[in-house]
């Protein structure tokens, strides 16, 4: 069984573009740290910072909208 990725979509596409392309090269990209900062000509420290506070706010969000769902709670448990 999977997660719901539209929920995650659709949080993601609340969220300012730097946030959502950050995440978004982090997992559908699949780039790391350092190519992601190159890319978006950013220093790898604030890359890093902003996509782990970006998790978090997408963990928060997802659990305020959760109503027993479960396949909402499979996305938390895959975005600790």
């Known amino acids: 069984e999977g997660f719901d990725v539209n929920a ?4 993601l596409d ?6 959502q392309e950050i ?4 997992f559908w990209g699949d780039l790391k740290f350092s190519e992601i900062a190159e890319k978006l000509n950013k220093n790898e420290a604030a ?3 902003m996509f782990y506070r970006t998790i978090e706010e997408l963990k ?3 659990t305020i909208e959760e109503k ?3 396949q909402l709670q499979k996305a938390i448990e895959m975005l600790k």
């Open 8 to 11: 995650i979509l659709k949080i």
């Open 23 to 26: 995440v978004k090269l982090r």
């Open 60 to 62: 928060n969000k997802l």
């Open 47 to 49: 890359i890093k910072k």
């Open 14 to 19: 609340t969220l300012s573009e730097d946030k």
């Open 68 to 70: 027993d769902d479960t």
